[in-house]
């Protein structure tokens, strides 16, 4: 059995750069035609000229034709000319992280709704950015992102033509905040709609699937699950597969993020299989995403045998998702 | 400026054995005149020859005087004879796991509420043994404790003259049913009433911090440092300390447990003060635990005195709670 899917797009991604880079990038190309790549680096994408440098190391250690959208870190120094300039080259991503949210929120913005940052997404707005944002305050982690739906709201009704993208939706309270503004969009990782926190802490602790946002409950992850399995128009697939070193993961103060791109198709495969809702797998992993981000699809197709992938322990030093498990479905190679 | 404590009681330790045993006892020894020995060891104390064996390492290994007072493992081989042999060698402490909620409780039950559990703990009642119960499900990790009140409201109700030992309570959703009950009673330990969720993986993940019950919110924490900052009749102080090397905790599969002993009594010292409540000290770390288990105080005083103590970041290869602090109160040598 075969299964055939065309212009998958990995709307969430991080490929770090250097070794690392040439490392991970061909699990991802190999299995999608393109990526929105995240610009939390160090030093992070903060310019037009660092962007288009780091799409072209990118483009030279993909091994498959693959289209990388890098993403521009929005921080207070960014003004009008360099989005112009931006645009002019073809970005159309901007990222803003809340200051200390995450891993490379360093240099993210400390208060979101100031008039500096207004003034920036207002030019973002009239040049057609989109706008993907890490929503989380920094509260009590199970909270974070709820807490931070106000501010999703605001900006939302502030800007009604900016397309704001809810990044990595991980609690099921947020939702219904997508569902109702018409300029609100969200990602979805594999991870948030099949594990929740006690695949962290429910036994031994897992600093593999440390994360963030931390995975939710039970409850949070069957509802994101189902959102998926429906291609709910408004959410596209973005893993926010994240590469750390076993020595960054396996310590004190380990780092999060979770890395998932080897498995990524064959597992949502799997799991689209296993509810009978595989005919809707490539909306969800294509289509809704060429809507939503006005991209044209590629001609290439991935395809994916019906055949054991055993999936390694570790890939170039790092722990994947379901390292040392099996699924049904292979790419072919 | 001084602080003494006459007959301060660690109501929940574990000592571990062999080497681990001999480095950590004497933490525990200075600064407490006895403690509830947790026997979920490997082999786990499940005899009362093995208890027996046991209490004499711990007396060799402490250079202070020390009174251990060793739990009986309660499995479901454990019959009237042995118990009555228990009773009759000063041991008057049963612990209850139920199989998998934590570190060592692969030998636990598996049916709290089936006839022959219900049989043994009809025979403690009779004989005055006092239970100790690690109280969690195998639900969701936050709520295992919440999901398990109404097997010790069951308990309770069925056994009201054995006085039962609710270990650790770490929900402040709890708290009302240990007041409802004449019989009921609960440890607290110190981590539980100073660290949250947050704490574990709300920054970088720390593995030092894992432990069962999980840390919960910001405001669990809270409600139960103002049950111990009262001296809340029906709760005594079990520091729950569990020592792990470095080697078990930052590595995949990390074990569960927080290593508190060396600096259990300097801490509650600054934290009582802090809160005004440092006359309300000795009530919690030693009356209320001498009233609930019917212990004789003993005449040794523990002198803090206010003096800054540097907690190190490692003792024998064990990263301890509040690992490089600094505290008001030390020990007086």
């Known amino acids: 059995m075969k299964l055939e899917i065309q212009s998958p797009f990995d709307m969430h991604l991080h490929l770090r750069d250097g070794e690392i880079l040439r490392d991970v990038v061909n699990y991802t190309s190999s299995q999608f035609c393109g990526a929105v790549v995240m610009p939390n680096l160090n030093p992070p994408i903060t310019s037009v000229k660092l962007a288009l440098e780091y799409k072209t190391r990118i483009l030279n250690s993909s091994k498959y034709d693959f289209s990388p959208f890098v993403s521009l870190y929005l921080t207070e120094e960014l003004d009008k000319e360099e989005l112009q300039k931006a645009k002019d080259n073809g970005l159309f991503m901007l990222k803003l992280y809340p200051k200390g949210a995450t891993t490379g929120s360093e240099n993210g913005v400390k208060e979101i709704l100031s008039d500096k940052v207004l003034e920036i997404l207002e030019v973002a707005e009239n040049l057609g950015f989109i706008l993907s944002i890490h929503g989380e305050t920094n509260g009590f982690v199970l909270d974070r992102e709820f807490e931070f739906l106000p501010i999703f709201e605001s900006l939302a009704k502030t800007f009604p033509k900016l397309k704001i993208i809810f990044e990595h939706l991980s609690d099921r309270r947020s939702i219904e905040l997508v569902e109702r503004y018409d300029n609100l969009y969200a990602t979805l990782t594999l991870h948030h709609m099949l594990l929740s926190l006690d695949d962290v802490l429910g036994g031994m602790l897992n600093p593999h699937y440390f994360c963030k946002p931390i995975l939710k409950t039970p409850k949070d992850k069957e509802t994101l699950l189902n959102i998926a399995l429906n291609a709910h128009d408004k959410f596209s697939f ?96």
């Open 238 to 333: 973005g893993s926010d597969s994240a590469p750390h070193l076993i020595s960054k993961k396996e310590c004190n103060n380990g780092a999060a993020g979770i890395f998932s791109a080897p498995i990524l198709l064959p597992k949502l495969a799997e799991v689209f299989e296993k509810h009978d809702s595989l005919e809707n797998l490539e909306k969800f992993v294509s289509l809704n995403a060429t809507k939503i981000y006005n991209l044209n699809r590629s001609n290439r197709k991935i395809t994916l045998i019906k055949q054991e992938l055993k999936v390694s322990k570790i890939y170039n030093d790092i722990v994947p998702l379901f390292a040392g498990d099996s699924m049904s479905w292979s790419l072919e190679q």
